[in-house]
């Protein structure tokens, strides 16, 4: 049977445009669906609106607290403008949201279409309601924010990452449940502005799978900014004494209570699966609703693919339109090749920023791979001590035997750059002794790569 939509994508975010891109441009007649506003959650609610007030949050931090440092004074002190730095914002984002749909619109071979997609079969569906049939699908709808479940968490107390960047007026203090890159990077949004920020997380190590020592030297460096931080929390409530809610809990045997106005739930996302009807085109899921893919990112029906988020492998930009990509180029194949497990950094805008690539030693050890590490703190390093920002730390991990560089994990200033020298290196298998010979610029923080290698290699 012929379909009229030889490919259909289903979600019109970083992940589908890639794979209707990477379909259309190996000749297929692609059907583009999407059900909300044209953008995707990086650049209407995630990474770019963050970054675009992350930006003036640090500055305005760093102005009013340590400016003095480099012998400069400023008579009174700056204030934010939030109204402003909103408009600005959106006026970002929109632009690039306008950028991707003119993109989309001027690839040939793609159709967009509006509405919200859902399967009554493995070649068909609907959407808003009218028959639609395909040869291949790519599903790549993203997320939705998770609220748990937690029994007296009322809802006017919530904000979540969809509502917290349009706040105009700050609550004076804020409770931010979760640990990860939205909490810690909105927590200290925040806490830049004026808010009083405590964030709470129920893991004891921050990341079970990071440098504890690396880890915790972050968080402190994050603590020193204002945003008090509480890890290894237990039997968590929420109480109101008086008219102030208040959120109990224990660490060890310790009770602790954290008035608040407002809480920032930041404690993941879940897949956005719940309308699709994935059973109607024999599509498996996890128990916690993320598409299950093969290693050539095919479903349980192998003529529909999934990319991003919707997979549940790891939830970053990189990597959807790395799979959306494969995904759209394997589903307009006659025969799909098997996608490449590719390194994928990650970071956290903070600021000291936090980054990490490959594989973290406790990995290494779960894996049974022998490893050498080396560490150093950015305190002696030249342009960290004269730019005044030496609160920073670096980790290495290479193979005891073959010393190839197998897993980098930093913190510090530029985290989210300067990971990518060791990226190149490791996607090129680089050892420890090769990466020793490349010359670095005095001073730059990349020197400190530089640094510790030369310790580990014993060369210096
Ligand atoms: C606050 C925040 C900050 C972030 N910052 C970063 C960062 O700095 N760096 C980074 O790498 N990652 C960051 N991320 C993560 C990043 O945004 C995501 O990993 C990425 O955008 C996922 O892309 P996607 O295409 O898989 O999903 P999405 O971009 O969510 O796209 C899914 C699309 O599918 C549509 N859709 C859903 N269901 C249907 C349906 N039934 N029919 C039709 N359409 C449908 C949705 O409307 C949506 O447009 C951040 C996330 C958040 C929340």
Redesign the pocket.
């Known amino acids: 049977m012929e379909h009229p939509h030889e490919i259909l994508v ?8 890639y794979a209707a891109r990477a379909a259309a441009l190996l000749g297929k007649k692609v059907t583009l ?15 770019m ?3 675009a007030l992350l930006r003036p949050a640090h500055i305005l931090y760093q102005v009013n607290h340590h400016l003095h440092e480099m012998g400069l004074r400023l008579e009174g002190k700056v204030w934010p403008d939030i109204p402003q730095m909103i408009r600005q914002k959106n006026a970002m984002i929109q632009e690039m949201a306008d950028d991707a749909l003119h993109g989309i619109e001027t690839t040939k071979g793609i159709t967009l279409k509006k ?4 399967f009554t079969g493995p070649h068909a569906g609907q ?1 808003d309601g009218t028959p639609v049939t395909f040869e291949k699908a790519v599903i ?4 939705r924010i998770k609220i748990p479940a937690i029994p007296s968490l009322q809802k006017e107390w919530i904000l979540t ?1 969809d509502n917290v ?1 349009d706040l105009e007026e700050l609550p004076r203090s804020i409770l931010v449940m979760g640990g990860g ?2 909490g810690l ?2 927590g200290q949004y925040l806490s830049h502005l004026g808010a009083i920020v405590s964030l709470v997380d129920t893991n004891i190590n921050w990341h079970p799978q990071v440098d504890h020592t690396l880890g915790r030297a972050y968080l402190d460096a994050l603590e020193s900014q204002g945003m008090a931080i509480y890890l290894g929390i237990r039997k968590e409530e929420f109480i109101i004494r008086g008219n102030t809610p208040i959120f109990r809990f224990q660490i060890a045997d310790k009770q602790h209570e954290i008035p608040f106005d407002k809480v920032l739930v930041a404690t993941g ?1 879940k897949p ?1 699966t719940e ?2 009807n994935l059973p109607a085109a024999n599509i498996n899921t996890s128990r916690h609703g993320h598409v299950h893919v093969d290693n050539f990112l095919r479903t349980s029906n192998p003529q529909i693919y999934a ?4 997979t549940g492998i790891l ?6 339109t790395f799979q ?1 990509e494969q995904a759209g180029r394997n589903a307009a194949l006659a025969t799909p090749v098997p996608v490449r497990a590719p390194l994928v950094p ?2 956290i ?1 903070t600021e000291p920023e936090y980054a990490r690539v490959g594989m973290t030693e406790t990995q290494a050890h779960e894996r049974k791979i022998p490893v050498k590490t080396g560490m150093i703190s950015f305190s002696d390093l030249g342009k960290a001590i004269v730019n005044r920002q030496t609160q920073g730390g670096l980790k290495i991990i290479a193979h005891a035997k073959t010393r190839e560089i197998l897993g980098v994990e930093l913190f510090g200033t530029g985290a989210s750059d300067l990971i990518h020298t060791l990226t190149v290196a490791m996607h090129f298998h680089s050892t420890i002794d090769q990466y020793q010979e490349i010359l670095h610029i005095h001073p730059t923080f990349s020197e400190i790569f530089k640094y510790l290698i030369d310790e580990m290699t014993d060369s210096l």
């Open positions: 289903i979600g019109a975010g970083s992940a589908g445009r669906v999407e059900s909300g506003p044209f953008g995707g959650l990086c650049i209407l609610k995630g990474c609106p963050s970054k509405g919200n997609f859902r959407l790549a709808t993203g997320s990452s960047l890159p939205v990077e909105l996302r956005d309308f699709l990319a991003g988020d919707v939830p970053v930009l990189n990597l959807a959306g990650i970071a805008f």
